[in-house]
């Protein structure tokens, strides 16, 4: 079973390479790889809402879930689970990106993304909560393209991320309540 799901994981990063990487798009999906970066995009809008009396709650809901997403995806499960990057292993892919220096599951980009995006959509109004998620669907798109995640590392930090989002909006919901009394 292993097997068959490295199979299509190799399968759809090599589909990737060969039919959607192309000259004209590869310095826009760089880009939007680097915003995922040390999460520095989600740090930035979390940082603008603290500065907002009226959605400091939501600054801080998204730094508790930017803060979870870090201990669970990157100092727990990819120490654990020790996962070589895919253009370590698969013949004929090319990185586009320089090296990365940990392992490969789970993704980190696509958990901080979702972590902070799923704070955003639940706590924002939607015209600023929609465009969140669609920032972290492409942030976590573009780690396939550049060559550095496998399709399976990208689900789990999503669904890693999301749950780091909705603990953290929940944590931040009772923690606000109480203080607010």
Request: some cysteine; hydrophobic content about 55%.
């Amino acid at each position: 079973m292993i097997d068959f799901l490295i199979g299509i994981d190799s399968g759809i990063l090599l589909f990737i390479q060969e039919n959607i990487r192309i000259p004209m798009l590869t310095p826009v999906v760089t880009f939007i790889t680097s915003l995922g970066n040390a999460g520095i995009i989600w740090v930035a809008i979390s940082l603008l809402l603290l500065l907002i009396p009226k959605y400091r709650k939501v600054g801080c809901a998204s730094f508790l879930a930017l803060f979870a997403s870090l201990l669970v995806n990157n100092l727990l499960l990819k120490n654990l689970v020790a996962r070589a990057r895919p253009y370590e292993v698969i013949e004929g892919l090319r990185l586009i990106v320089p090296k990365q220096m940990d392992a490969s599951f789970p993704s980190g980009h696509a958990g901080s993304s979702f972590a902070s995006a799923c704070v955003l959509y639940r706590s924002l109004p939607k015209k600023a909560g929609i465009p969140a998620l669609v920032l972290a669907t492409l942030i976590s798109l573009s780690r396939l393209y550049v060559g550095v995640h496998y399709p399976s590392d990208v689900v789990a930090g999503v669904v890693i991320g999301i749950g780091c989002g909705l603990f953290a909006k929940w944590a931040a919901d009772c923690l606000f309540l109480h203080t607010s009394k």
